[in-house]
């Protein structure tokens, strides 16, 4: 049995955390030992999500971990919700993906925007994972700009009916449930935007696998085709309004992914730093050579400065003090770390790195995704360069 | 029916462990510190039934410091009802721990106790059948599993190169190794529940230790492989040296 994960901790951070949260995070991680690394493989070259993995996240609680109790969730505090995502992520992005749409994209609206029976109808299922949901708000057109959807909802009798394209859809193919953002008024007009809970198996609801990927490959990402499709009233989210409403699902994704990036970092520099110790080369181990030093000095200072944002903005979003700025500073700086450590890593190990047996290009290609999706890099430093100088840039 | 679970905190077996300064224990520094595997295999075992019957309680009990309150909180949140810490010290002795265990657990409304088959860090055996006695109850030890039947306990022993069944009359003891008891995940709920769950502190009826550690030592580190020779002129060399040296032939 391969050893099991120890973890990264040159700042003493643990000391930070409570019983509750550190033993929470110890059941996440010994979880992706047993049974996410052993399969991870597999399905990255297969190129598929591994469904088998959903049904033991759900009954251990990952799912909505920060959700009501009553509503069948863990109601955990942000900073235990983070550490799940950290550390799914150092299985795989794909994972962590998984439980951040599940959670952040798809239970949360419905228990931000939705009615009580969307709440009793859905929540307890997407806790379970018995039912799984996706999140359609990106369109082929109208990425870092989705306030220009073309996506309509038109009503029609006592309900609404649906046309448009969704692209880029984590979970898409999978899903029994779609949150389906739309126009309600004129194209153009961003405050019509509205939210609906769309079951999968609607007549002119159509998924298709996202075909060539090249990251995240142990994720299914699937464009939607909704053609005429007709939904009843009940199906709208009441409580959505404009585009904030689907930013502020953006905020809660958001936040996760800063924590993920630890965790695929953290794999990539434990597997860098244990590689440098058993690779000889030129009569002595790698990690005694002073580039290879640096290489790893520079990751334990990444991922020690991203721990410490990680864990402020969890306490701030305890406190209901957090921002979406900080959030932004938080999954874009923690998520270019991520991306250069990983990097690194792969070099480090040499020709081993390239291969899959290895983590580190594997973590190293689904950044690529992470850096991209819920906000680009650049879309992070324009929301920030907004925020200190007052003019936007977009 | 109420089970009474005997645990221990020890190193977490994947921890390396060094000597401490006085020769004569681990430095504690660094090292994680888990419940005991064996234990948990008890702690489901118990579960188990506690969930098959419907009813009773599962009382989780250990003899350590303050710390060990972590590992009860570990099995409270697997799902063990309540839990007992016995302050006191930890010795080798496991006549003195199976002591402190039986004044507490002593009349208690419990027929079934479990034990793990050992501690993972002394690997001694002693404890569960040492509580056998002080209690006046029968003991089975390495239980694979078992099952009840009209006031006796069924179980299934793993003795070298077979099984022995046993049947116990209640109450007894039982020391427990992993067979079908493939602990769970404590869920993420059972973790925070465990939080409010009655964890009782008192001091051990005092048991002094009897055995005094004069040393500790790390086992000596496997010397370097050896390569003997190439292809097939290699092999008598190697025979030999697998039958003289070696000693596995
Ligand atoms: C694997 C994966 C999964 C995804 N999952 C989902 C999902 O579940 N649901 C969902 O709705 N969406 C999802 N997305 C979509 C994702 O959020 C978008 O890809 C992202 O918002 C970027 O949009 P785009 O791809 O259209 O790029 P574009 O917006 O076209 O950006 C192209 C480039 O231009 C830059 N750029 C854009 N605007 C500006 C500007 N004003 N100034 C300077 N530079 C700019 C960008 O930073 C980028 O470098 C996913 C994407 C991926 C790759």
Redesign the interface.
């Known amino acids: 049995m391969a ?2 994960f ?1 973890g990264v901790d040159f700042y003493a951070l643990d000391a930070l955390l409570s ?2 949260e550190r ?2 995070r110890e ?2 991680r ?2 992706v030992d047993d049974r996410v690394l052993p399969v991870i493989e597999e399905a990255y070259i297969g190129r598929h999500f591994p469904e088998e993995l959903i049904p ?1 996240m759900g ?4 799912l909505g ?1 920060n959700l009501p ?1 009553e509503y069948g969730c ?3 505090n942000n900073v ?1 919700y983070g550490l ?1 995502m950290q550390e799914l992520e150092r299985g795989d992005s794909g994972v962590r993906s998984f439980a951040s749409v599940q959670g952040a994209l798809v239970m949360y609206p419905i228990h931000a925007f939705g009615s009580e029976e969307h709440r009793r109808e859905w929540l307890p299922q997407l806790a379970s994972g018995a039912k799984i949901g996706c999140f359609g708000l990106t369109e082929p057109d109208y990425g870092s700009n989705p306030g220009g959807m073309i996506t309509t909802a038109r009503r029609s009798g006592d309900g609404w009916v649906l046309n448009g394209t969704k692209m880029w859809i984590t979970n898409g193919s999978m899903a029994d449930v779609a949150i389906i953002w739309a126009q309600t008024g004129e194209i153009g007009d961003a405050s019509s935007i509205r939210g609906f809970v769309v079951p999968t198996d609607t007549p002119g609801f159509t998924a298709r696998d996202q075909k060539g990927k090249l990251s995240l490959l142990a994720s299914d990402t699937s464009e939607l085709h909704l053609e005429d499709v007709e939904v009843p009233e009940s199906a709208l989210l009441p409580g959505s309004g404009g585009l904030k409403s689907p930013l502020m699902c953006l905020t809660q994704a958001r936040y996760g992914i800063a924590w993920g990036a630890i965790g695929a970092a953290m794999a990539c520099y434990a597997e860098a730093l244990s590689y440098a110790g058993a690779r000889v080369m030129f009569d002595g181990p790698i990690g005694g050579k002073q580039i290879q030093q640096v290489r790893l000095a520079d990751m334990l200072t990444g991922i020690t400065q991203a721990q410490l944002v990680a864990w402020r903005l969890g306490r701030l979003k305890d406190e209901g003090a957090m921002t979406p700025q900080q959030v932004s500073l938080a999954k874009r700086a923690n998520v270019n770390m991520a991306c250069e450590v990983a990097r690194e890593a792969r070099r480090l190990l040499g020709g081993n790195g390239i291969l899959v047996e290895y983590s580190a290009m594997r973590h190293m290609a689904n950044l690529e995704s992470v850096y991209t999706y819920e906000g680009t890099d650049d879309i992070h430093a324009l929301i920030l360069g907004q925020a200190v100088t007052g003019i936007a840039a977009y | 029916m109420n089970i009474i679970v005997c645990v221990k905190r020890v190193p977490d077996t994947e921890t390396r462990v060094r000597v401490g300064d006085d020769g004569v224990s681990i430095d504690p520094s660094g090292v994680k510190h888990v419940l005991s595997p064996y234990d948990e295999f008890a702690v489901e075992a118990a579960l188990r039934l506690r969930e098959g019957a419907g009813s009773g309680e599962v009382a989780v009990v250990t003899l350590g410091d303050d710390s060990s309150q972590e590992t009860l909180r570990s099995a409270l949140a697997m799902g063990a009802d309540r839990a007992v810490l016995l302050k006191g010290e930890v010795s080798h002795d496991g006549l003195a721990t199976a002591k402190a265990l039986a004044a507490e657990i002593g009349e208690a409304d419990a027929p079934l106790v479990l034990c793990g088959v050992k501690a993972a860090d002394d690997d001694q055996q002693q404890v569960g059948p040492m509580l056998a006695t002080l209690l006046g109850r029968p003991c089975a030890t390495a239980v694979s599993s078992f099952e009840l039947a009209d006031g006796t306990v069924r179980c299934r022993s793993e003795v070298e190169g077979g099984t022995a069944l046993f049947e116990l009359p209640l109450p007894a003891v039982l020391t427990i190794t992993k067979g079908e008891y493939e602990p769970r995940y404590a869920s993420l709920k059972g973790i925070m529940a465990a939080k409010r769950k009655p964890l009782e502190v008192k001091d051990a009826a005092a048991s002094p230790s009897r055995l005094k550690v004069e040393t500790m030592e790390l086992p000596p580190e496997r010397a370097a492989g050896r390569i003997v020779g190439e292809g097939a002129d290699a092999v008598p060399e190697l025979v030999r040296l697998l039958r003289e040296e070696a000693n596995v032939l």
């Open positions: 050893p099991r120890q019983d509750e033993m929470i059941t996440v010994e979880w033991e009954e251990l609680g990952m971990a109790e863990a109601e955990l235990a799940i």
